[in-house]
């Protein structure tokens, strides 16, 4: 017992020492003070997890208070909530003030050292100085990205036989449905997995053995996770904590940890097109950090965030797209499409939409788009003129025209494509080759799948992202997509051909 009250002495006194140690780098660093509840948690953290505590120093949240963001030039600002509880205005962002926030819904809240926190921060939390960019989010495809992806029944069943255990047993394989972590690991890596708290269970730290909520389904980062607050998404999969970094969202390398070949070649796109060559070659001199983000002066060439979401202003200020983080909402059309391109959807939620099929599909399978559920053509326009107003700063609008014409033409001709190895597959199903009440788990299947999947969205991306010619042609491009259809065709004759010697 002696020890033990030895030890806690010892322990008291490295936390005094840490504290009084950051209130004077505080003191010496910063402008902004620091709440007594985020000064507890520097204190012990700054001594066992010091890269985390480190993170947050070089953060905009350790630099500044809500009061002080509130009270910017709207053009400025990045905190969006225009009434913030009073306590939450004099003090700069720390733990406590993430932590801590509607710790009554969160099912992963616990008593820590005297206080009541949790350990997921989600975009409801988050919601607290940045209402409008929440919402926005709240209504965007990323953020039901997990919901789409499990409770749509034909996507999550593509899921399942893609990622699910195979045993040969008695000439068959047998397919089993993925585990958790099987789809932990891959798909939901990026979709979101569902946290939950199952239990709590005893945990050994530097400091002794806690008790700690027990995290289902944790960690993950994917978009459109399923919090223990019941809310969906996650900043931080953009804004990698703990420095919450705007430059971090802003490049590429970010957007490029899920936009990824084979299937969403975004960022491979990117990087061999002229705008990623430009970002190469001269972005170490740009500015990632300056809202408004100004054409021309603070970049020279777009990234992801330019196009998609970010607030661009001209050199002179003049705005030429508002900020969102409904990250489709300029987007016109659909270049990822279940086996065609279509026009954007109406909702963030996709699963609601029914084809003339019955199915879960925007389109069916002779690509009848599912009109009701989709944007039309003037909303199209709409977003479309944003986008080249984007384009517009650094090029003429017969470059911009031409541009998007190829695309026009690319899109249509790849759906051809699609439909030609779609019909295939109708007269392979007609013909019994293959069972479809599964139409991903067979051979001649899977490769309609990458003829839509891989092929056709490598085209796409390649030819709406201004060109990465490798990926029109043979990286995943046209050479694949003629030789797999010529492999279908062939297919599908030599099954006839046993079929009539039968």
Known sequence: MKKFNLYLILLLLTFITNLYASEEKEK?????????????CIGCHINFTPGIVKDWFESRHSRTTPGAAINR????????????????????????????????KHKDTFNHMGRNIHIVVTPEDCKTCHVVEAVQFSVSKKSYAHKILMD?????????????????DQDKLISEKATGSTLHETCLGCHGTVIDVVATKNISTKIGVMNVPDLKNWPNQG???????GSRGTCSACHARHSFSIEVARKPYTCGQCHHEPD???????????????????????????????????????????????LIVSPEGEIISERTHDFGSRLW??????????????????????????????????????SEYLIDREEQRKRQNIISSVCNSCHSSQWIAGHFNKLDNTINETNTMSMTATSIMLD??????????????????????KQWLF?????????AMTGAPDYTSFKNGWWYLTENLQNMKDWLDFKKEISLKK
Not at 28 to 40: G, N, Q, R, V
Request: aromatic share 12%; charged share 20%.
């Open 28 to 40: 010496k660093e910063y402008d902004f003070p620091l709440s007594p509840a985020t000064k507890t």
């Open 73 to 104: 030039p709207d053009i400025e600002k990045r905190m969006s909530s225009l009434q913030v509880n009073p306590e939450l205005l004099s003090y700069a962002v720390g733990c406590y003030e993430c932590h801590s926030l509607n710790s009554e």
């Open 152 to 168: 749509n029944p034909v996507y999550s069943l593509l899921v399942n036989t893609l990622t699910g255990l195979k045993k040969f």
């Open 223 to 229: 978009i459109g996770r399923i919090n223990p607050d």
């Open 264 to 310: 969403v070649p975004a960022w491979n796109v990117y990087e061999e097109s002229k705008h990623g060559n430009l970002y190469s070659s001269l972005g170490k001199n740009w500015n990632f950090t300056n809202v408004p983000w100004r054409i021309g002066k603070d970049i020279k060439a777009p990234t992801c965030a330019t196009c998609h979401n970010s």
């Open 333 to 370: 059309v659909r270049l990822f499409g279940l086996i065609y391109s279509h026009p954007q959807p109406k909702y963030g939620d996709t699963t609601i939409i029914r084809n003339k099929d019955g199915l879960p599909m925007p389109v069916t399978f002779s690509n009848e788009p599912a």
């Open 428 to 449: 392979v199903w007609k013909n019994k080759f293959a069972d479809n009440s599964n139409p991903f788990d067979e051979a001649i299947e899977q490769k309609w799948i």
């Open 455 to 463: 092929y056709s969205n490598s085209i796409r991306y390649s030819s």
